[in-house]
Every structure is written in structure tokens, then in C-alpha cells.
């Protein structure tokens, strides 16, 4: 153990670990200041709480801690109608709130990318519709991306980085609002596919997994190249809602989704006939609700599946 962060046996819940350059970040709760910001650089007296972000025992919250070049940003979670955008070059004076853009949340962490020298995210500025903004890390440099205008639906929370580039889901007000992707320049933001695109990525051998569907019904599983010709679903079956906890394990992926026998546990190798139930855990046509969480050496661990994620589209 580094340090006893919370002394006792009731746990300081670390969580969202985050390394930038030999510094490690991650949140924390000491019994008295609440859920707040910590790094270390692997030794007890340089084990610390960056600030104390919510005042006295309430929680800063911090969420998506993300590598920015040299810093750190993250959201500010827990706040009655929004999130914070906060950067942090390790110190409790250069921990500051960039805007109060609220960030699209749903269930609780803003997605946050680098590219480019940039952190990308999804905000809105007081309407009702969201965007992809992007920031330096100042006031000044913190400006709106994208603009699909009046008759867009804008921009879904979930932003994920491929390749390169930054993929993302925009809604024009129908199901087909369509997968796009940026590569950081007006030019580079094009639209790949008219598929509503749901709140799972994972990329897995040069190619990009999510949650698909083009109709109303139940999404589906899909991958991309990066071309139009190039994104395709991968096999008819329905996943556990749009968020069917995608995980890489050795160079399949596994999910959730619901066949004939119910909720089960289902892996891919990218093609049809290679989507397959690995097992019928709960016999009948019960499910068995697995829900990945982490591999845990050549094994998986299963929990209950919790309430999903659902993509907000402003």
C-alpha cells in the first residue's frame, strides 16, 4: 500500500485512474473532504488531494479524467442541472473551472478526447441542443466545434477516438441521424453512415464496434472501418438495450445481448457466422443478465446488470 488514504476499513473508493507523464490521477474520498481529485507519483508523501473542489465534506466529483498533453482535464459531476469543465496541471492553483457549459450527462460521466492538442467534449451553451465543443484548457480557447444547425437534433453524448479521429452519433430528429467522424478540421467532420449510433465503442483489431440500429427497434451490432462502405452490422441480434458492455478479450469481443435462450453472454470475431452465444448460462429462456466488468486473467468476471446508459440527444 502506498498510503492510507482513509483510514479504517471503510475504503477511500479510488476511481477514475488517469496517467499524465509520471503523475497518476485519480478520485478519492479521505472521510472528511468528500469524493475530490488526488495524484500520486508512487510514494506515501506524494500521495495528496490536488483541491478540494466541493467545499468542505461535499464532493467535487470528479469524472472522465482525460490526458491532455501535460494536464489533466475532467468533469464536474453531482451538480443539480449540469457538469464543470476543469483542467489541472497538478497543483491546488492551477486546478480551475474552464466555463460553465453544461455537459451532456445522463447517468453520470462526460465523455472527454484528446486530439490534436485539443480536448473535445459534448456541451450546450444555455440551449437545448448539444455540440461538440473543444478547449486548450483556457477560457479563450474553449469554442463550439460543431453547429448542425436549428433543424439538428446535435450532437449524442458519447464521443470515442479510432484511428485518429473522433467518432460520434448526431441526431437530426429521426433514427438516422447518422454516425460521423472528425478529424479536428471543418473539412475532416464528415458523416460515415446513416445508422443511429448508441452509447457502446470499443475498438477491437482495426475495427470499431458500437450499438446500431436503422428503424425503431432494438439496437444491433455494428462495426466500422471508417468508410461508408466500410460500417456494417455484424450480425442480427439484439443487444441488452444500446449499452451491451462491450469488452476485448484476446482478439474478440465480448457483449451482452438477448437470443433465443434470453440475456446471455455472446462473443465475435468481426463476422456473422463467428457471432456466437458463448454459453447458455441461465438454461431456458431466462436470462442471466451477465454483465462484463474487467477480465480477470484468462477469466471473466459477471455481475447483475445495472440500469443502462441511454444516449441524450438534446
Do not use: C
Amino acid at each position: 500500500m502506498i498510503r492510507d488514504i482513509r483510514p479504517g476499513s471503510a475504503g477511500a473508493g479510488i476511481r477514475e485512474v488517469q496517467a499524465v507523464g509520471s503523475t497518476l490521477y485519480f478520485t478519492a474520498d479521505d472521510g472528511t473532504s468528500g469524493d475530490e481529485l488526488w495524484k500520486t507519483d508512487g510514494t506515501s508523501l506524494g500521495t495528496v488531494r490536488v483541491k478540494d473542489i466541493g467545499a468542505g465534506s461535499s464532493s467535487g466529483n470528479p469524472l472522465s479524467l482525460t490526458a491532455v498533453g501535460d494536464k489533466l482535464a475532467f468533469s464536474r459531476g453531482g451538480l443539480p442541472d449540469s457538469q464543470e469543465l476543469w483542467f489541472t496541471d497538478g497543483s491546488e492553483s492551477g486546478t480551475q473551472r474552464i466555463d460553465t457549459l453544461k455537459i451532456a450527462s445522463e447517468s453520470g460521466a462526460s465523455d472527454i478526447r484528446y486530439l490534436n492538442g485539443y480536448a473535445y467534449f459534448v456541451a450546450k451553451d444555455g440551449g437545448t441542443k448539444y455540440e461538440i465543443w473543444k478547449t486548450d484548457g483556457t477560457d479563450e480557447g474553449t469554442t463550439r466545434f460543431t453547429d448542425f444547425g436549428p433543424g439538428a437534433g446535435g450532437a449524442g453524448e458519447f464521443l470515442t477516438d479510432f484511428n485518429g479521429e473522433l467518432y460520434f452519433s448526431v441526431s437530426d430528429g429521426t433514427l438516422t441521424g447518422g454516425l460521423w467522424k472528425t478529424d479536428g478540421t471543418t473539412q475532416g467532420t464528415v458523416h460515415v453512415k446513416d445508422v443511429d449510433a448508441g452509447s457502446e465503442y470499443r475498438v477491437v483489431n482495426g475495427a470499431l464496434y458500437f450499438s446500431g440500429r436503422t428503424d425503431s427497434g432494438n439496437f444491433k451490432l455494428w462495426k466500422t472501418d471508417g468508410t461508408t462502405t466500410g460500417t456494417v452490422q455484424v450480425k442480427d441480434i439484439a443487444l441488452t438495450f444500446n449499452a451491451a458492455n462491450f469488452f476485448q478479450f484476446g482478439s474478440n469481443l465480448y457483449f451482452s445481448a438477448a437470443g433465443s435462450t434470453g440475456n446471455e453472454l455472446w462473443t465475435t470475431d468481426g463476422t456473422s457466422e463467428g457471432t456466437v452465444q458463448v454459453k447458455d448460462i441461465y438454461p431456458g429462456g431466462s436470462q442471466s443478465s451477465s454483465h462484463l466488468i474487467l477480465p480477470a486473467s484468462a477469466t471473466y468476471s459477471f455481475s447483475r446488470l445495472p440500469t443502462p446508459r441511454a444516449a441524450n440527444f438534446g
